[in-house]
C-alpha cells in the first residue's frame, strides 16, 4: 500500500467519523456511499494480503558511517552493562565499539547518550497471523520492529502450498519490504506437493525438497510416527535444517519431549511433552471420563492439572529429565506468554495496548469461541485460574533449574492468539522469562544470542546476529530507559511512572530507534502505522454497519 495514498485514507476517514451519522447519510449520496464501502472493504477474506513494498522514507540507511553515540550498552552475551560507548556501523555491519563515547564524524549521527543499546532482539516462535485476524503481514512485522525484535523465526509463517514465508524472508533479506529478518520453518508434508509423509523414506525426501526450497528448519505438531521422526531429524541435521516440535497431546503417548530430544530434536517449544514426561508412577497421563480434545475448553483447562499428576521439583525424577535434556542439547522456548490468559484472562482482554493497537478482526478473533484455535476460556472459572498459576510455578521451575544447569532458554512469543498481539506479546514474554527466574540480564541474553544460536547452530554457524560485536550486522536496539531495571520500557506503550516533582503520570520508554541491517527504524513512526491500520479498520467497519443501517 502506497504510504501517501495511505494517509490521505486516513485523513479522509477521520473527517468522515467526525460527523454524525445522519450527517453522513446526507453528506453522501447512496452510490458514493456504496462506493465508499467498496473502497473500504476488506478483499474477500480468504487470503492474505502481499507485503506492501517498503516506500522511500521508511527506514533510513543503510549509511557508509553510522555513529551511534553515548549509549550505554547490553551486548547479549551476558556481560555486565558498560557506557558510554559509540558504535560505529559501516553500511550493515558494526565496524567499531569505542568505548569511553568518542565522537568521530560520520553521515549520520544518533545521539543516545543516556540511553540504552542492545543487539536486536529475536522471536523464535512467530506466525503471521491468517486472513480473519490480521490479514497484512506487514501490521505483525511492524508491531515486531516497533518493540526491537530484528529476527523471527516462523515456525511456520503460514501453511499449505501458498505457504508466503519464502518469498516474504528473500524480499526482508534484500530490504524491501519493512520486516524483521525471516527464518522460514515448515511443517512435514507441507508445502509439497508429492502428498503424505508417512514412512521414513518420503520424511527423508521430503526433507530434501524443502532444504532444496530455501527453508531453514520443521517445525513438529508430533504427527509422526517415531520411525518417520527419526528419519526426518537425521536427514534435517545431514542438511543444516533446524528442528523444533509443539509435542502435541496426541502423540504425546508415543512421543514425549524425552523421547523426541533422544531421536535429535533440537528444541521443545510450549510445555508439551515435558510433564509427560515427568508423570510419577503413570505411563499415560490421566484424563477425566468426558475429556475431549477437540473440546479446547476442556483440553486447556485439563493441561494445568497434568502439572498435578507430576513430582515435585527438586525430586531425583526432574533431575534426571533435566540432565536429560541437557546431554541432548536441547533448546527451550517456552513461549510462557502466550498461555498467560489462563492465569488471568480479565487482564489479558484489557491490555491498555489493545484500544489503539490491536485490529477489532483480531480481538474478534480473540475473543471466546468453539472454532477459534485458542480461544478456550468459554467458561473459565477462578478454579481455571488457580490451576494454571499452580502449573506455571512447576513449569516455570523447570524452565529456570534447565538453564541453572547450563541449558538454553530462547524467547519465542507465538503471537496472534490468545490476547497476544505481536511485539507486546514478546516482551510480556521477557516479562515472564524473569518471573521464572532468569535474571535480566539473563533474560536479555535469551532474547538475543540465545535465539540466535537456536537458528544458526543448526546450520553449523556462528550468528552473524544476536550480540553487539565489531563485524556483526548492524541489528540493533536503541532504548532510552533502562530494560534491565524494568523490562516494562521496551513495550510500544511504554512505561507509567508519577513525576513525584509534579505528581503528574508521564509515559517513559518505548524503543525509540530499531536498526535492522544497518537501516534506522523509527519505533515511534512504524507503531504510528499500526494505529493507522487499526483506525482504518475500525472506520471501515462503521462504515459497513452505517450502509447497512441505511439500507
Ligand atoms: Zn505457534
Redesign the pocket.
Known sequence: MDKQWFASQVLHARAMATRRHSMLKSFFSAAALASAVIAFSAPAAAQMERVPDRPAGEGEGPYDTLLIKGATMIDGTGAPPEGPVSILVEGNRIARILRGGADIPADRVIDASGMYILPGFVDT?G?NGDPSKAPQPSYGFKLWLTHGVTSVRG?GFGFGPDDPSLDQKRRSAANTITAPRLFAYTAPGDVWPNGAVGTPQQGREWVRWIANRGYDGIKFFNNEDPATLAAILDESDKLGLGTVA?LGQRGVAEVNARAATELGLDGV??FYGHFESLLDGAALPQYPADYNYLDEQSRFAWVARLADQVGDPGTEQWSAYIDHLIENDATLSP?FN?YSASRDVMKARNMEWHEKYTLPSLMQFYAPSLTNHGSYYHDWTSEDEVAWRNFYRKWFDLTREFKDRGGRVTAGS?PG?IYQTWGFAYIGELEMLREAGLTPLEVIQAATINGAREIYEPKGEEPPMGSIKEGKLADLVIVPENPLANLKVLYGTGHTRLNRETNTLETVGGVRWTIKDGIVFDARALLKDVADMVEMQKLRENAIMQSQQAE
Open positions: 516462535h506466525h515456525v509443539h517449544t510450549h513461549t502466550i507465538d492468539y
